[in-house]
């Protein structure tokens, strides 16, 4: 470490650990709070709503339920907690396709500050994460979209030593990007790929919010022109933090598409016990039974991924290995709620095929959640290379 | 195997099992991740294929490790003390597993899979006293192969619709039949057959449950042929043989329960772990060394396909660690385990066409190179992985009703008389 960054520290020693009882007690928490705050009805307004979220439920998220500040170092106003923790949370999320920060900041960006050891952007950035009055967000304009910077392939330049920077070019694609406080940016320094910090209000810092396939994960460009930016972590280290970052957020991701995926198996399970055609349920036909019982395995095949996953990344004992464990899980559960976002509109018929029913909300969230880091050409080659091939 | 301690003496029976093993076997040299490839027999077997003598052999082999087993308190860990057993969980069981798989020990499947495994555990629910005596300690000793006398070629799928008939005689019962798909009858000693004893009631209110001797007058064992090309199954035929009542299971008219659990067990064991060369093969390593032998380790396309195969083994492991996990912690496996059997049916079957893909056409014909024409073996065993043990249709249908609880389709043949059904095979009335 230089004495530009001094070493964080660290917190992955002290990792508390929630028991069974506990993650079964934090599910039904989030659950609850949801059902009351994030309906469908609640769900298309945000959607409907200038900056794509609802700024009281992500307040009373961060106030009333404390979740930005579970998985972080409490020496920096976390609780602590892993991702096997993190997971159960994003999973309900994911189930009610809840519009707002939460993965931007907190799996994005947060873990992006921790992984970089910057005890100084730590501190500026976290307590205010753990809080929920910061938001944030991390981009790796990589040409390829992969999230796997390397030296002369990113959108960005940084010119200058030392702490301070100034960024030039342009990141297309920012989760959260349009709303983010503070935007963390891989850009091309002098000793490659290099970690920033970007306030969202410096001069030469202009964003555009874009149309989105998923209505209810907002994205933005953001265009840098002579932006000052400051460093985070050390010069030209930038791509073992995204590592740690896409381990992470692949099992977060993978906890809330297994989230999106089971809401679909019982929207098309209680359909098909409900509408009679031929004078019968039609999830009486084997057809649609068997249809149903698919999407029952894949559900169940990928929860058990994602959950492999969160205990691999959080090096729980006679785990596998974290980087394979995340890219099966990653794969697996892309896969997974693709399939089942589709067969959900296919059980429902016509009337899934509407604008007014929600099928389409998890169809377009299902896609777009499988290409955010690169796609299957990406995530299937990056498997067989962390698992030595 | 983890032996963390969790108050069940867990650290205290693993050291003694790992004594027991030490004296009694030799560990494995190489763990089972390593390939040699191009080294060895060139064989992936799926369905033993061996010549009598061969297999003769390797059930005496067996039945000697069981005996051995059974001797030092490992050959059934989990039953009760008075029939032999040690009176340990299933825990247990599962930790003497993981230890013996690290050992070079003869494979016991001829006595486990079906005999300990099934019929074992049904003698155990319902037998009486006598029956539990006479032939469990027998069974679990390795003295005793049994085996399950219960499809028929009228009744697949709708076991309920067996036709085997039971009738009164005497003190005792005359069977008359045909049994079909019986692993392991050559060997057996003894067998669990389902008999309709009542054609007037409804299907699964006539059936009665009986050991039969396997050696006693009537009772025809016909190896029959599978598609793969050798005869691990049988043909039971049961002409007049005599059953004495004693060797009931359960109530007259009360077989349909005892075949309850008996499948609930056989769900149990099936779809496990992807162990044995088959499971070997289609394995990530094996598959690597394929792709590098055959000059495809940079081809996208068969990456591509491996990566797909390996993310859905990886996460069928994943799901039986989460099953052994919810184990532990005391839940007992529901109908969510037909999921593991489905995928561990459905991996198999992809890794032997993505091998056979890789080979190319020297799967065609026998051209003497290592490592091409052997994968035929698996590729003509595949299919049954998606029939035996119950049909892919038959989970799919257990999960979508007890798991999901999508309604039953109406039923057209569970209240009238099994004699008035539309039965195959037998001209309509």
Same mark, same amino acid.
């Given at each position: 470490?230089?004495?530009?960054?001094?070493?964080?520290?660290?917190?992955?020693?002290?990792?508390?650990?929630?028991?069974?009882?506990?993650?079964?007690?934090?599910?039904?928490?989030?659950?609850?709070?949801?059902?009351?705050?994030?309906?469908?009805?609640?769900?298309?307004?945000?959607?409907? +709503?200038?900056?794509?979220?609802?700024?009281?439920?992500?307040?009373?998220? %961060?106030?009333?339920?404390?979740?930005?500040?579970?998985?972080?170092?409490?020496?920096?106003?976390?609780?602590?907690?892993?991702?096997?923790?993190?997971?159960?949370?994003?999973?309900?999320?994911?189930?009610?396709?809840?519009?707002?920060?939460?993965?931007?900041?907190? =799996?994005?960006?947060?873990?992006?500050?921790?992984?970089?050891?910057?005890?100084?952007?730590?501190?500026?950035?976290?307590?205010? &994460?753990?809080?929920?009055?910061?938001?944030?967000?991390?981009?790796?304009?990589?040409?390829?979209?992969?999230?796997?910077?390397?030296?002369?392939?990113?959108?960005?330049? #940084?010119?200058?030593?030392?702490?301070?920077?100034?960024?030039?070019?342009?990141?297309?694609?920012?989760?959260?990007?349009?709303?983010?406080?503070?935007?963390? =940016?891989? #850009?091309?320094?002098?000793?490659?790929?290099?970690? /920033?910090?970007?306030?969202?209000?410096?001069?030469?810092?202009?964003?555009?919010?874009?149309?989105?396939?998923?209505?209810?994960?907002?994205?933005?460009? &953001?265009?840098? +022109? %002579?932006?000052?930016?400051?460093?985070?972590?050390?010069?030209?280290?930038?791509?073992?933090?995204?590592?740690?970052?896409?381990?992470?957020?692949?099992?977060?991701?993978?906890?809330?598409?297994?989230?999106?995926?089971?809401?679909?198996?019982?929207?098309?399970?209680? /359909?098909?016990?409900?509408?009679?055609?031929?004078?019968?349920? &039609?999830? +009486?036909?084997? #057809?649609?039974?068997?249809?149903?019982?698919?999407?029952?395995?894949?559900?169940?095949?990928?929860?058990?991924?994602?959950?492999?996953?969160?205990?691999?990344?959080?090096?729980?004992?006679?785990?596998?290995?974290?980087?394979?464990?995340?890219?099966?899980?990653?794969?697996?559960?892309?896969?997974?709620?693709?399939?089942?976002?589709?067969?959900? &509109?296919?059980?429902?018929?016509?009337?899934?095929?509407?604008?007014?029913?929600?099928?389409?909300?998890? /169809?377009?969230? #299902?896609?777009?959640?499988?290409?955010?880091?690169?796609?299957?050409?990406?995530?299937?080659?990056?498997?067989?290379?962390?698992?030595?091939? | 195997?983890?032996?963390?301690?969790?108050?069940?003496?867990?650290? $205290?029976?693993?050291?003694?099992?790992?004594?027991?093993?030490?004296?009694?076997?030799?560990?494995?040299?190489?763990?089972?991740?390593?390939?040699?490839?191009?080294?060895?027999?060139?064989?992936?077997?799926?369905?033993?294929?061996?010549?009598?003598?061969?297999?003769?052999?390797?059930?005496?082999?067996?039945?000697?490790?069981?005996?051995?087993?059974?001797?030092?308190?490992?050959?059934? *860990?989990?039953?009760?003390?008075?029939?032999?057993?040690?009176?340990?969980?299933?825990?247990?069981?599962?930790?003497?597993?993981?230890?013996?798989?690290?050992?070079?020990?003869?494979?016991?499947?001829?006595?486990? @899979? *079906?005999?300990?495994?099934?019929?074992?555990?049904?003698?155990?629910?319902?037998?009486?006293?006598?029956?539990?005596?006479?032939?469990?300690?027998?069974?679990?000793?390795?003295?005793? *192969?049994?085996?399950?006398?219960?499809?028929?070629?009228?009744?697949?799928?709708?076991?309920?619709?067996?036709?085997?008939?039971?009738?009164?005689?005497?003190?005792?019962?005359? @069977?008359?039949?045909?049994?079909?798909?019986?692993?392991?009858?050559?060997?057996?000693?003894?067998?669990?057959?389902?008999? !309709?004893?009542?054609?007037?009631?409804?299907?699964?209110?006539?059936?009665?449950?009986?050991?039969?001797?396997?050696?006693?007058?009537?009772?025809?064992? !016909?190896?029959?042929?599978?598609?793969?090309?050798?005869?691990?199954?049988?043909?039971?035929?049961?002409?007049?043989?005599?059953?004495?009542?004693?060797?009931?299971?359960?109530?007259?008219?009360?077989?349909?329960?005892?075949?309850?659990?008996?499948?609930?067990?056989? !769900?149990?064991?099936?779809?496990?772990?992807?162990?044995?060369?088959?499971?070997?093969?289609?394995? @990530?390593?094996?598959?690597?060394?394929?792709?590098?032998?055959?000059? !495809?380790?940079?081809?996208?396309?068969?990456?591509?396909?491996?990566?797909?195969?390996?993310?859905? $083994?990886?996460?069928?492991?994943?799901?039986?660690? $989460?099953?052994?996990?919810?184990?532990?912690?005391?839940?007992?496996?529901?109908?969510?385990?037909?999921?593991?059997?489905?995928?561990?049916? $459905?991996?198999?079957?992809?890794?032997?066409?993505?091998?056979?893909?890789?080979?190319?056409?020297?799967?065609?014909?026998?051209?003497?190179?290592?490592?091409?024409?052997?994968?035929?073996?698996? @590729?003509?065993?595949?299919?049954?992985?998606?029939?035996?043990?119950?049909?892919?249709?038959?989970?799919?249908? *257990?999960?979508?009703?007890?798991?999901?609880?999508?309604?039953?389709?109406?039923?057209?043949?569970?209240?009238?008389?099994?004699?008035?059904?539309?039965?195959?095979?037998?001209?309509?009335?």
């Amino acid at each position: 470490m230089s004495t530009s960054t001094a070493a964080m520290a660290d917190a992955d020693t002290t990792r508390a650990e929630a028991s069974d009882a506990e993650l079964t007690e934090l599910r039904t928490a989030v659950r609850d709070f949801l059902a009351s705050k994030a309906d469908e009805a609640a769900v298309r307004a945000a959607v409907d +709503s200038e900056r794509g979220y609802d700024d009281k439920v992500w307040a009373q998220i %961060a106030a009333e339920l404390g979740l930005p500040a579970l998985a972080l170092p409490t020496a920096y106003g976390g609780d602590g907690y892993g991702v096997v923790e993190l997971s159960v949370v994003i999973g309900e999320m994911g189930r009610v396709l809840l519009p707002s920060p939460f993965f931007s900041t907190v =799996v994005l960006a947060a873990t992006a500050i921790v992984a970089s050891g910057d005890a100084g952007a730590a501190e500026r950035l976290l307590p205010g &994460i753990a809080a929920g009055t910061t938001t944030a967000t991390l981009t790796v304009p990589d040409r390829a979209g992969s999230w796997e910077p390397a030296a002369g392939t990113l959108g960005i330049h #940084a010119t200058g030593s030392g702490a301070e920077a100034v960024l030039e070019g342009s990141a297309p694609l920012v989760v959260e990007g349009g709303t983010a406080h503070v935007v963390l =940016v891989v #850009a091309d320094g002098p000793g490659g790929p290099t970690l /920033y910090e970007v306030d969202a209000t410096a001069t030469g810092f202009a964003r555009t919010t874009l149309r989105t396939l998923d209505l209810t994960r907002r994205v933005a460009r &953001i265009d840098f +022109s %002579a932006a000052p930016a400051r460093l985070v972590g050390e010069p030209g280290a930038a791509a073992s933090v995204v590592a740690r970052v896409l381990d992470v957020a692949t099992t977060a991701l993978a906890a809330e598409q297994v989230g999106g995926a089971r809401a679909c198996l019982q929207m098309a399970t209680a /359909y098909a016990k409900e509408r009679m055609q031929f004078g019968r349920p &039609i999830g +009486s036909f084997q #057809a649609v039974k068997h249809k149903c019982a698919d999407m029952l395995a894949r559900v169940q095949v990928a929860d058990a991924a994602a959950t492999e996953a969160a205990r691999a990344v959080d090096g729980v004992p006679g785990s596998p290995d974290p980087g394979v464990a995340a890219a099966v899980a990653h794969a697996v559960c892309s896969e997974a709620f693709m399939a089942v976002a589709a067969e959900n &509109i296919q059980v429902h018929g016509g009337i899934g095929f509407t604008w007014e029913h929600p099928a389409h909300l998890y /169809y377009r969230r #299902a896609k777009a959640s499988q290409l955010l880091f690169g796609g299957p050409a990406v995530y299937y080659e990056r498997l067989l290379r962390r698992a030595g091939v | 195997m983890p032996s963390e301690p969790d108050g069940s003496g867990m650290d $205290q029976f693993v050291a003694e099992a790992r004594a027991f093993l030490d004296e009694h076997a030799t560990r494995r040299a190489h763990t089972s991740d390593e390939v040699a490839w191009g080294e060895g027999e060139d064989r992936i077997t799926y369905f033993s294929t061996d010549p009598p003598e061969v297999e003769a052999a390797k059930v005496a082999a067996a039945k000697a490790w069981q005996k051995v087993r059974y001797d030092n308190g490992f050959g059934w *860990i989990t039953g009760p003390p008075e029939f032999g057993g040690r009176g340990l969980s299933t825990l247990h069981d599962l930790v003497y597993d993981g230890l013996e798989a690290e050992y070079d020990v003869p494979d016991t499947g001829v006595l486990s @899979l *079906i005999g300990l495994g099934m019929i074992g555990p049904t003698i155990l629910a319902h037998g009486t006293e006598g029956l539990k005596r006479h032939y469990l300690p027998a069974m679990y000793a390795g003295d005793v *192969i049994a085996c399950q006398l219960f499809s028929e070629p009228g009744a697949g799928s709708d076991l309920a619709g067996l036709a085997t008939r039971a009738v009164r005689d005497g003190d005792g019962w005359l @069977l008359n039949g045909q049994k079909v798909w019986t692993s392991v009858a050559h060997h057996a000693a003894i067998g669990l057959a389902l008999c !309709r004893t009542d054609p007037d009631k409804p299907k699964h209110k006539g059936i009665t449950a009986f050991l039969v001797d396997m050696s006693a007058p009537g009772v025809d064992v !016909r190896p029959l042929r599978q598609m793969s090309g050798g005869a691990e199954f049988n043909e039971v035929f049961l002409t007049d043989v005599h059953v004495p009542d004693d060797h009931r299971l359960g109530p007259v008219d009360g077989g349909w329960g005892v075949a309850l659990t008996t499948l609930m067990n056989e !769900r149990a064991s099936v779809g496990g772990e992807g162990a044995g060369a088959a499971g070997r093969a289609v394995a @990530l390593p094996f598959l690597t060394e394929l792709l590098r032998a055959n000059g !495809r380790l940079d081809d996208a396309a068969a990456r591509r396909r491996l990566a797909e195969l390996y993310a859905d $083994q990886a996460a069928t492991e994943y799901l039986n660690h $989460q099953a052994l996990r919810r184990f532990r912690a005391g839940e007992q496996p529901g109908p969510e385990a037909s999921v593991s059997k489905i995928m561990y049916g $459905q991996n198999l079957t992809r890794g032997a066409h993505f091998a056979a893909e890789i080979v190319g056409p020297r799967l065609i014909a026998d051209t003497g190179e290592w490592g091409t024409f052997s994968w035929t073996e698996l @590729l003509l065993a595949t299919p049954a992985l998606r029939i035996l043990g119950g049909t892919e249709e038959i989970m799919k249908n *257990i999960l979508a009703e007890r798991v999901l609880g999508l309604p039953k389709e109406p039923s057209i043949d569970t209240k009238s008389p099994f004699r008035e059904l539309r039965r195959s095979g037998r001209a309509e009335a």
